[in-house]
């Protein structure tokens, strides 16, 4: 298998591009656990295919990358037998090119190919300056006088957070609250000057610390949660914030959409999971197919330079975290 050689992979530190990683370096397999590289070589391939799902997520793949894919007939097996009778089909394995022999119409407006998302990303613990949950808050306003005013109804759960950070705070009526210690004196303390916008490093911390990221963005963005549909719909102006919040969580095994809006100034990020993110949230466990992602189409490209890579069993790669395996 081969990817595109400005393909970026996850690593333990953050990310790299695929023609900056060497053998022994350390990716990220499907189950989210760190694992070596074996060995790397760089070429061009004979063939090479770009691969695009249906969240927008794709790859440039050589002719021989394999992808862990579920068939149409997986996917109604698996929904056939959900419950005490589960049976779970054996991981299928398919490259570009044994997709496109096949087709990837299922037929009856259904798409014949899926794959997985990846389980939750393990980056190691980041020493951060200000709280996750605490810059969460933070990042839906980028506000350095520390007050919030929040919907009484998350009022009780912001305080429960904030104090299990060791932080502290100070109403100030029974719905604006004030943040101690600062959050400018503390961001002052590892950056020269106050961030405009997330440090990148927070998106790369533990899970626990990249979920603590997303309650804070959460308790403070007004209608995020719809508690009918059990879905999270955060609109926003600014697409880019958008997408950092999309690829934190796609690094914690979510399915996303981003829906850019060319006829309005408004953008809007849509997932579901059962990881408990909002004090409002449903604990019914989501369908299956919130956590897969249809292939949508494959077209052939023009060969570029390419990095071969082999590990123990598929790892992720792209800003989607798609599996893949030589």
């Known amino acids: 298998m081969a990817i595109s050689s400005s393909t970026p992979v996850p690593v333990l530190d953050g990310w790299a591009l695929a023609k900056d990683l060497s053998k022994g370096d350390w990716v990220f397999s499907k189950e989210g656990k760190p694992i070596q590289i074996k060995s790397i070589q760089t070429y061009t391939p004979a063939e090479m295919f770009c691969v695009a799902l249906s969240d927008g997520v794709y790859v440039d793949v050589d002719q021989h990358t394999k992808f862990p894919v579920q068939t149409l007939f997986d996917r109604q097996t698996e929904s056939r037998y959900r419950g005490i009778y589960k049976r779970w089909a054996k991981q299928r394995y398919a490259s ?16 014949f190919y899926s794959v997985r998302t990846t389980q939750p990303i393990h980056f190691p613990t980041e020493d951060h300056p200000v709280p996750p949950f605490i810059v969460g808050m933070w990042m839906t ?11 009484e109804s998350v009022v009780e759960y912001v305080q429960k957070e904030i104090r299990k950070t060791g932080w ?15 959050i400018r004196t503390s961001f002052l303390t590892r950056y020269q000057t106050v961030p405009s916008k997330l440090p990148i490093e927070y998106t790369f911390g533990s899970v626990e610390q990249r979920i603590d990221l997303l309650r804070g963005i959460l308790a403070t963005k007004p209608g995020s949660y719809n508690k009918k549909l059990d879905k999270f719909l955060i609109f926003s102006r600014n697409l880019n914030f958008l997408i950092v919040i999309q ?4 690094s914690l095994g979510m399915k996303t959409q981003v829906f850019d809006n060319k006829t309005s100034i408004t953008h809007q990020l849509a997932f579901k999971t059962s990881i408990k993110l909002h004090p409002e949230q449903s604990q019914t466990k989501i369908s299956k197919h919130f956590d897969r992602r249809i292939v949508k189409t494959i077209e052939k490209i023009d060969p570029k330079p ?8 598929p790892f992720v790669v792209g800003q989607g975290f798609l599996p893949i395996w030589h």
């Open 96 to 111: 570009p090119l044994e997709m496109l022999e096949r087709g990837l119409d299922g037929g009856y407006d259904q798409s």
């Open 141 to 151: 306003r980028t506000n350095p006088n520390n007050r919030y005013m929040l919907r």
């Open 168 to 182: 502290s705070f100070k109403m100030q009526s029974r719905n604006v609250m004030e943040i101690r210690p600062s």
């Open 247 to 250: 690829g934190i969580c796609e």
């Open 306 to 313: 390419s990095i071969h890579i082999v590990t123990d069993e």
